[in-house]
């Protein structure tokens, strides 16, 4: 008997710093440029997971604003959790997660990430009273979800 696909279930915070800039991270792993976060862990609230990611990737303490946006990775199977949040103490800086810690302008983000990635700091940055529904490739957004 086939064993059924399983999901995993991630988090991030998007931390803007008041002057029209987004907090992001070069990860140490492969290098590309992501807002921070990652897996949820089994024993962990939402909020807690993504204080915590945060935390981990950058040095900063936050508390989240509101739910931005749910993404899935259809390749994968990770469905993302992606939060508005509030910087409350810290300042950014490298971590064992990250090989660097950079704000960014939206043009920047739109333009050197991926647009998977790119579309959940956009869409947080827009302040939807809704939170916005994406599926992408892991790369690209697919369906109607592009970017325009």
């Known amino acids: 008997m086939r064993e059924a696909p399983r999901h995993s ?3 991030a915070g998007v931390v803007t710093n008041g002057q029209g800039r987004v907090l992001v ?5 492969n290098g590309a440029w992501q807002l921070p976060g990652g897996v949820l862990e089994l024993g962990e ?4 997971g993504m204080c915590r990611e945060v935390l ?5 303490t936050v508390r989240p604003v509101r739910l931005s946006g749910v993404y899935k990775n259809m390749h994968l ?7 508005l949040a509030e910087m409350t103490a810290g300042e950014p800086r490298p971590t064992e997660e990250s090989a660097a810690v950079e704000w960014w302008t939206p043009e920047q983000v ?3 990430m991926t647009e998977a ?3 959940r700091i956009l869409d947080a940055l827009a302040g939807g009273l809704v939170a916005a ?3 992408s490739d892991g790369t690209r957004l697919v369906r109607s979800d592009r970017l325009r």
């Open 117 to 119: 990635f790119a579309v």
């Open 77 to 83: 199977g990770v469905v993302a959790l992606v939060f």
């Open 110 to 112: 739109r333009d050197r």
């Open 25 to 29: 991270i070069q990860r140490q792993d």
């Open 9 to 11: 279930v991630s988090v």
């Open 45 to 48: 609230t939402i909020e807690d």
């Open 56 to 60: 981990e990737e950058t040095g900063l």
């Open 133 to 135: 529904v994406r599926q």
